[in-house]
């Protein structure tokens, strides 16, 4: 399965924020420059690793200084270690990840029961209440709506959560986004971004106001993201990041939302890492 980061509605999302987008080897590979940093590049979720032969060249002739490279999960980590070892001493590679290394997935050929049924009890219990509460939810075209939402959510420097939000709304929709919110009565209290490509749903980015947690919403909202994921047709829910065991010091605040992700059920679906 081709990733989102590897489509052409990427691509044309990675342009309008003023990257320049080429290619190796049928790959995609976004490039920018940076004052007194110097180009970077970023490879991001391949399904296979440019060869050496003609990944340096690239690098030389577009001057690039860094190389970000985070391989789609069909390459394994045996192959990704051996691959990044080989290469020349004058090949900066990011060693900090800019996407998550690990997710959860969940296998959306089962009934609704099943699905249901693998929720945690916890889960199961949230749902109910959040319905008893009176939330709703809805399917969105509203970008503006759900940006409130998600920068209210995500305190004083929100913003930055939801910077270039617009423009991947631009590309993907209506055909591969949609946006779930969460009601009580008239106000919005939460609110989910799907993203939906070669038969996997993914859980993009997601934000609640306090009034939201303390009703429910969020479980209420991911429920109804897998529901409408598989009436969608789609085979596999992505929760898109939690924690990995194996960075322990990194993103330890996402221990709280790896925690939640984890209530519903799934399996933990690992990236290829750079080892040192």
């Known amino acids: 399965m081709t990733e989102p980061q590897q489509s052409p509605l990427y691509a044309k999302y990675m342009k309008l924020l003023t990257w320049d987008v080429m290619a190796i080897d049928g790959i995609n590979v976004f490039v920018k420059r ?5 180009a970077m590049a970023k490879i991001h ?10 990944l340096l060249p690239f690098l030389q002739s577009h001057a690039i200084r860094r190389l970000v490279i985070e391989p789609a999960a069909s390459v394994s980590q045996p ?10 001493s004058w090949v900066k590679l990011n060693h900090v ?14 009934s609704k029961e099943e699905l249901f049924g693998d929720l945690s009890e916890a889960k199961r219990r949230a ?15 509203d970008i503006t709506n759900f940006i409130r939402i998600k920068n209210k959510s995500a305190g004083m420097f929100g913003f930055i959560t939801t910077s270039g939000l617009r423009e991947l709304w631009e590309v993907f929709s209506p055909n591969n986004a ?5 009601h009580q009565s008239d106000t919005v209290i939460a609110g989910v971004l799907l993203l939906f490509w070669d038969d996997v749903a993914y859980y993009w980015i997601a934000g609640s106001t306090k009034q939201g947690k303390k009703l429910f919403a969020p479980t209420l909202l991911a429920w109804e993201a897998i529901t409408l994921s598989k009436q969608k047709k789609s085979k596999l829910f992505d929760f898109v990041g939690v924690w990995d065991e194996r960075m322990p010091k990194q993103n330890r605040e996402w221990l709280g939302f790896t925690k939640f992700k984890e209530g519903f059920g799934g399996a933990a679906h690992y990236y290829p890492i750079i080892e040192k």
């Not at 940076?34 to 110097?38: E, H, S, V």
């Not at 192959?79 to 020349?88: C, I, K, M, Q």
């Not at 990840?97 to 296998?107: E, G």
């Open 34 to 38: 940076f004052p007194l940093m110097g």
């Open 45 to 54: 979720r391949p399904e296979k690793l440019p060869s050496e032969a003609k």
């Open 127 to 141: 749902v109910r209440r959040a319905i008893n509460l009176g939330v709703t939810v809805n399917q969105s075209q």
């Open 97 to 110: 990840p800019f996407l998550p290394t690990k997710t959860m997935r969940i296998d959306l050929k089962k």
């Open 79 to 88: 192959t990704f270690t051996r691959w990044h070892r080989s290469l020349p």
């Open 178 to 182: 949609t946006i779930l919110l969460a």
